[in-house]
């Protein structure tokens, strides 16, 4: 798990995530304080054309791409210190929620130990 740093509290900001195949994907993370809560969208041009998810809340969750796993070849986690949803607008500045970056096998090794069956 690579860690998606320079997330900050700013309630729009862009982060460019180096994806190991050598492909870019843009994420665009926005805080919605009327729905305490993180969302993002996600453009990865490592297919043709580009793969773009809209408007997705930010969970904490082993890989939040998890209904895209045969469209994408990485995986975002959200792990917080507690457990609990990253609700704050802070949360990610002060440490208490971090995105980590997948890489595909590690996206395998999440399905085979926790979703099973699926």
């Known amino acids: 798990?690579?860690?998606?740093?320079?997330?900050?509290?700013?309630?729009?900001?862009?982060?460019?995530?180096?994806?190991?195949?050598?492909?870019?994907?843009?994420m665009t993370l926005s805080y919605r304080p009327n729905q305490s809560g993180w969302y993002f969208n996600l453009s990865w041009n490592g297919q043709s054309p580009a793969f773009?998810?809209?408007?997705?809340?930010?969970?904490?969750?082993?890989?939040?791409?998890?209904?895209?796993?045969?469209?994408?070849?990485?995986?975002?986690?959200?792990?917080?210190t507690n457990g609990y949803e990253p609700l704050n607008a802070?949360?990610?500045q002060n440490g208490y929620a971090n995105l980590y970056l997948?890489?595909?096998?590690?996206?395998?090794?999440?399905n085979t130990q926790i979703f099973v069956g699926n």
Do not use: H, W
């Open 102 to 110: 997948l890489t595909p096998s590690e996206v395998e090794e999440i």
């Open 52 to 80: 773009v998810i809209n408007s997705m809340r930010v969970t904490t969750f082993p890989n939040i791409l998890n209904q895209f796993r045969t469209l994408f070849s990485f995986g975002i986690a959200c792990v917080t």
């Open 1 to 26: 798990m690579q860690l998606i740093s320079g997330i900050n509290n700013t309630p729009s900001q862009i982060i460019s995530i180096a994806i190991p195949d050598g492909t870019t994907a843009t």
């Open 90 to 92: 802070n949360d990610f």
